[in-house]
C-alpha cells in the first residue's frame, strides 16, 4: 500500500521537525518527507490540509482487561479506542488473570494482539509469581518471550528483600523494572489524599510521604544495585524533587505521570465523585503545578493514558467502595494538548512526551517520522473541539472525570505500519 499525506504540519519532535512536509509512505515504512521517491505512485492520498502530521502516539500503561476481565473491556474494544486516540504503540501492566508471569501468556497475549493488527503491544511482565511480592518470576525468559519490562502493576510488595533481589536480577541482565513507588502499610485501605478534602469528606487518606518513603528506598537499592528502573504514575511534589536529584546523580530512572493528574486535584473530587477515585490519588495544587513544571523540565519523562477501564457497577458504589481507576486511551491527546495550551507550550514540546520520550522509555524504536522507519503516523486536527460523551467514547470503559467536557484535538487518521487503522470522518 502506498500512500501519500499531503499539505500536513509536520511534527516529529525526536528529528526537531516543525514544517510543511508531505509524507510518502510504502510497504509499512517511510520512503520519503517533502518529496516523493523516485516512480512513487500513491494508491491512496491523505489531505492533511490544516492538520498536524505526528509519530503515532505512545503510551506507557494502558490495562487490555484481557485475559481475565472481559466483562471490564476486550481486546478488540480498547484496540479500537486506542487506535481511535491516535496511539499506535502501548505498554500493558500484568496484572491480567491469569497473570503475566509465563512466557507463554505472554506469548499468546501478543499473538492476539497481531491478529487484530491495531496497535503495537509491549506487554511488561510480572515481576513476582501472580504478582504477590513473594517469588521472583523467571525475568530473562518473559523478557525472551516480548515483555519490554517487569512491574507489580498496582500491587504492593511489601518484603525489600524480594525487591533488592529483583533489581540485582535485573541488572545482570540488563532489564528494565517499572514500579510504582507506594508504601502499602501508609497507603493501606486509603482512597484519596490524605488532607483537607479527604478530612472533610471522611475518607480514609494516602499521605504523600506513602510515596516519597517508597521512592526512597527504590532510589538507595538502584544505587546499590546500579539496576534500571522506570517510576510510574508520579503524584507527589517531594517525589518530583527526588527524581530531579536521582537524574542530575546519574541513576539510570525514568518515570510518568497519568494525564489525569495533569489537570485534577484533590478538589475535583467534589461531593464524592468516585471518577476521582484513581490511583495513585489526585494530590493537592501544589502537588498538580510541581507534576506540570518537572514535565517542562524534563525530570518528567512521559505522559501516560493509565488506562483503567472498569465496568459501571464498579463506579456506582460509594466512592471508598468503588474501583479506582480512569478510562484514558481516547483523552491521552486531547489532555496533552490541553496542558499545552494552559501553559503556553509549543505542540512539538509537548508531544514530546507521548512520542519519542515514551518509546526511548520503552526501548523502542519508535516515535519518530524518520527515513525508513516503521510509518505509524497519527493525523489529528489541533483546533477542533470535541465533547467528552459515552456515545463517542469507543473503550468499554465510560469511566471518565473527564465525562461531558468538551476538549480540543480531534484525531483524523491513524496508521499502523503503513495501514490505515482508524479513520473519522
Given at each position: ?58 503510551d506507557l500503561s494502558a490495562r487490555l482487561r484481557e485475559p481475565g476481565f472481559e466483562y471490564k473491556a476486550t481486546l478488540e474494544s480498547e484496540l479500537l479506542a486506542a487506535a481511535a486516540g491516535g496511539v499506535t504503540s ?308 465510560k469511566n471518565t472525570p473527564f465525562m461531558g467536557l468538551e476538549l480540543p484535538g480531534k484525531v483524523r487518521w491513524t496508521l499502523l505500519n503503513g495501514q490505515i487503522v482508524y479513520q473519522h470522518h
Amino acid at each position: 500500500m502506498k500512500i501519500h499525506i499531503k499539505n500536513g504540519r509536520l511534527i516529529d519532535p525526536k528529528n526537531n521537525i516543525d514544517a510543511k512536509h508531505d509524507v510518502f509512505i510504502a510497504a509499512g515504512k517511510i520512503v520519503g518527507l517533502g518529496n516523493a521517491p523516485d516512480g512513487f505512485v500513491a494508491n491512496q492520498i491523505i489531505d492533511a490540509s490544516n492538520l498536524v502530521v505526528c509519530p503515532g502516539l505512545i503510551d506507557l500503561s494502558a490495562r487490555l482487561r484481557e485475559p481475565g476481565f472481559e466483562y471490564k473491556a476486550t481486546l478488540e474494544s480498547e484496540l479500537l479506542a486506542a487506535a481511535a486516540g491516535g496511539v499506535t504503540s502501548l505498554a500493558c501492566p500484568p496484572d491480567t488473570d491469569p497473570v503475566l508471569d509465563e512466557p507463554g501468556l505472554v506469548e499468546m497475549l501478543k499473538h492476539r494482539a497481531k491478529l487484530l493488527n491495531l496497535v503495537n503491544i509491549y506487554p511488561l511482565g510480572a515481576l513476582t509469581r501472580q504478582l504477590q511480592g513473594k517469588n521472583l518470576t523467571e525475568m530473562f525468559e518473559l523478557s525472551e518471550a516480548g515483555c519490554v519490562g517487569f512491574s507489580q502493576a498496582d500491587n504492593a510488595l511489601t518484603d525489600t528483600q524480594v525487591l533488592w533481589n529483583s533489581l540485582q536480577y535485573a541488572a545482570t541482565f540488563d532489564l528494565t523494572v517499572w514500579l510504582r513507588a507506594e508504601d502499602a502499610h501508609l497507603a493501606k485501605n486509603g482512597v484519596a489524599h490524605s488532607g483537607e478534602v479527604a478530612a472533610r469528606l471522611g475518607l480514609q487518606g494516602i499521605p504523600a510521604c506513602a510515596e516519597t518513603i517508597a521512592l526512597s528506598t527504590i532510589l538507595s537499592l538502584m544505587r546499590e544495585t546500579g539496576a534500571k528502573v522506570h517510576i510510574c504514575r508520579l503524584s507527589t511534589l517531594q517525589s518530583v524533587a527526588m527524581i530531579k536529584q536521582a537524574k542530575k546523580e546519574g541513576l539510570p530512572i525514568s518515570c510518568d505521570i497519568a494525564s489525569t493528574h495533569l489537570h485534577l486535584t484533590e478538589h475535583d473530587i467534589g461531593y464524592f465523585d468516585a471518577q476521582c477515585h484513581l490511583r495513585p490519588p489526585l494530590r493537592t495544587e501544589r502537588d498538580r503545578d510541581a507534576l506540570r513544571a518537572g514535565l517542562l523540565d524534563g525530570t518528567i519523562d512521559a505522559i501516560c493514558s493509565d488506562h483503567t477501564p472498569v465496568d459501571d457497577d464498579a463506579k456506582l458504589s460509594p466512592f471508598a467502595e468503588s474501583e479506582p481507576g480512569a478510562s484514558g486511551l481516547e483523552l491521552l491527546l486531547s489532555l496533552t494538548l490541553k496542558w499545552a495550551l494552559d501553559n503556553k507550550l509549543a505542540l512539538p514540546q509537548a508531544l514530546t512526551s507521548i512520542t519519542s520520550s515514551p518509546a526511548s522509555v520503552l526501548g523502542i524504536d519508535g516515535g519518530s517520522l524518520s527515513l525508513g522507519a516503521q510509518a505509524d503516523v497519527c493525523v489529528f486536527d489541533a483546533d477542533f473541539v470535541w465533547k467528552v460523551e459515552a456515545k463517542t467514547l469507543l473503550s468499554q470503559g465510560k469511566n471518565t472525570p473527564f465525562m461531558g467536557l468538551e476538549l480540543p484535538g480531534k484525531v483524523r487518521w491513524t496508521l499502523l505500519n503503513g495501514q490505515i487503522v482508524y479513520q473519522h470522518h
